[in-house]
């Protein structure tokens, strides 16, 4: 499957950003999907997970309570809705894909070495 990230860009602390991560291909439903981010000198960290289903999400502490992660399986479309950004959400955002179809539709994944593809990015910056 092949990702591609959209949506980010520069914004004032408190505002709104959708990132969108669309895939190409069939079978998006066998795919478990993940948003990472990484900061320039930082490790890439995780964000928040959805199940292929999407009946199972993930958020890392950080972000709880100000994005919500969604999917439309009919548009091949996995979305992060963030809101209240803050300065510290600055960084590259990638989208990344995991095969589950072998598992049950509420299993995801939180780690990096878990995805085997992953999109390209989007940059997200936010001023103080």
């Known amino acids: 499957v092949q990702l591609q990230a959209s949506g980010g860009g520069l914004v004032q602390a408190g505002s709104s950003l959708r990132l969108s991560c669309a895939a190409s291909?069939?079978?998006?439903?066998?795919?478990?999907m993940g948003w990472f981010r990484q900061a320039p000198g930082k490790e890439r960290e995780f964000v928040s997970a959805?199940?292929?289903?999407?009946?199972?999400?993930s958020y890392t502490d950080s972000v709880k309570g100000r994005f919500t992660i969604s999917r439309d399986n009919a548009k091949n479309t996995v979305y992060l809705q963030m809101n209240s950004l803050k300065p510290e959400d600055t960084a590259v955002y990638y989208c990344?894909?995991?095969?589950?179809?072998?598992?049950?539709?509420?299993?995801?994944?939180?780690?990096?070495?878990?995805?085997?593809?992953w999109g390209q990015g989007t940059q997200v910056t936010v001023s103080s």
């Open positions: 291909g069939r079978s998006f439903t066998r795919y478990a």
């Open positions: 990344a894909a995991r095969n589950s179809i072998a598992y049950t539709g509420t299993v995801y994944y939180t780690t990096p070495t878990d995805y085997d593809n």
């Open positions: 959805i199940s292929r289903t999407g009946a199972g999400t």
